[in-house]
């Protein structure tokens, strides 16, 4: 197996983008990602698009091919391949585009991330939504996400000593560093009054508990990491690439607040990079809820099960913490385009590992971890990179 480089990254803003169209937000990201390599689109070799539901929120399916074609490369008839797991293809895809590489078969590949999900009514994104988790057990007897994620919410806090404060805290620090990444949708500060006065949702998830509707692109681009000086000084080696199932339904698991795919898969990528806890400087979770953000860094096996909501209390979650959790501002505040979600966090350690983040940048961050959930943790994807 060949080791593997992230050797460009682009990504749009995120949030309700009226103005551009599914393909314009694609093309954007791409290019954004083609000028980072200093590479021209003749070059790639395949490319990977994570999307969850173009079919609902587009009525546009067949998205490899549409985005080969607007990216200009359809005359070079490269395969492109749409990668669909829910909120997790982004993460597949860039799996996927990493395996690619790695087994020799190609050379340069492109992975990114689409969704354009404010087209529809609410109601109708709250439904195809609903299509991430078992529709005849769940979505048809009225479950929805939120609804799903209140119950891990309403389990969890009566098995383990979380305050309603310490639950709004992940959401005040994820608008914090929101505030301080130039792509978030939500760029301002919020007080654990602002989540604890806003509008119930289920019970007890409040408005500013969930993550939003969001249209949004990344992309990056990944190359042998013997060949990645070619296009960049800075290139980020992939460490480890960790993915996990477990049962679609809430219902067959083990135990609702653990996510086991997501102790598999953090379990695997420590395994593949050799590496501990101790060396990750960053994670990027997915916390499409405030509470699967506490499950998240207890699954990664960050702190015991029970204490992710004194840490985050605490400030060990923060910019300046000892594990800083979601810098980019997380699904919460920089917004959550499903299909997209898992690129952009590997856009954000990217962009940490090379310190070029700005306000939000750790002091010296040379290793970042992504964590990307489909459903309720029926996939996982888990990546660890590095500075080479
Ligand atoms: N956090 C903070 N503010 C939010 C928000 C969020 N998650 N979602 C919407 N808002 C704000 C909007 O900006 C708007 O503010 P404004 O009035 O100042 O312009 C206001 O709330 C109303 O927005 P609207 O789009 O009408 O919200 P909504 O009530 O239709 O939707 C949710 C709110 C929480 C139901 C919706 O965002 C949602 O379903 N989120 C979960 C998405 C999900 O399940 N993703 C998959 C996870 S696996």
């Avoid at 910019?319 to 856009?347: D, E, F, M, W």
Wanted: charged fraction near 20%; hydrophobic fraction near 45%; proline fraction near 3%.
């Amino acid at each position: 197996m060949r080791d593997v480089a992230i050797i460009g990254i682009g990504c749009t803003t995120f949030g309700e983008k009226w103005g551009s169209s599914f393909r314009d937000l694609f093309v954007e990201a791409g290019a954004l990602a083609l000028e980072d390599a200093q590479l021209s689109g003749e070059k790639i070799d395949a490319m990977y698009v994570g999307n969850m539901s173009a079919g609902r929120f587009i009525e546009q399916e067949h998205i490899g091919a549409l985005i080969a074609d607007y990216a200009g490369l359809a005359t070079h008839h490269i395969p492109s391949t749409r990668v669909e797991a829910a909120c997790a293809s982004g993460g597949l895809a860039f799996r996927q585009a990493m395996i690619a590489v790695a087994s020799g078969m190609e050379d340069i590949v492109v992975a990114a991330g689409v969704e354009k999900m404010t087209d529809v009514e609410p109601g109708a994104s709250t439904d195809t939504l609903t299509g991430a988790a078992d529709r005849e057990w769940e979505g048809f007897v009225g479950a929805t996400f939120p609804g799903l994620y209140a119950m891990i919410a309403t389990d969890y806090m009566h098995r383990y000593p979380l305050t309603r404060e310490q639950l709004a805290q992940v959401a005040v620090k994820n608008h914090y560093n929101g505030a301080r990444n130039p792509i978030a949708q939500f760029q301002q500060e919020i007080t654990i009054n602002t989540v604890l006065k806003s509008t119930m949702v289920a019970e007890p998830l409040r408005l500013f508990d969930c993550s939003p509707i969001t249209d949004g692109a990344a992309a990056v681009i990944v190359a042998p990491l013997e060949r990645a000086r070619e296009f960049t000084d800075t290139p980020i080696r992939i460490l480890a690439s960790a993915q996990a199932s477990d049962t679609i339904t809430l219902h067959d698991r083990r135990d609702i607040s653990t996510l086991d795919a997501s102790v598999a898969a953090g379990q695997r990528a420590f395994r593949m990079a050799k590496l501990t806890h101790k060396d990750i400087d960053l994670i990027e979770v997915h916390d499409c809820f405030s509470i699967a953000e506490i499950c998240a860094i207890e699954d990664l096996g960050f702190c015991k099960k029970g204490l992710a909501g004194r840490l985050t209390a605490e400030g060990e979650t923060a910019l300046n913490g000892r594990i800083p959790v979601n810098t980019s501002g997380g699904l919460k505040a920089c917004g959550h385009p499903v299909g997209a979600t898992g690129i952009k966090q590997v856009y954000e350690v990217v962009q940490q590992l090379r310190g070029e983040a700005g306000k939000r940048q750790i002091d010296g961050a040379t290793i970042g971890m992504t964590h990307n959930v489909g459903g309720t943790g029926a996939t996982v994807a888990v990546h660890i990179m590095g500075v080479d």
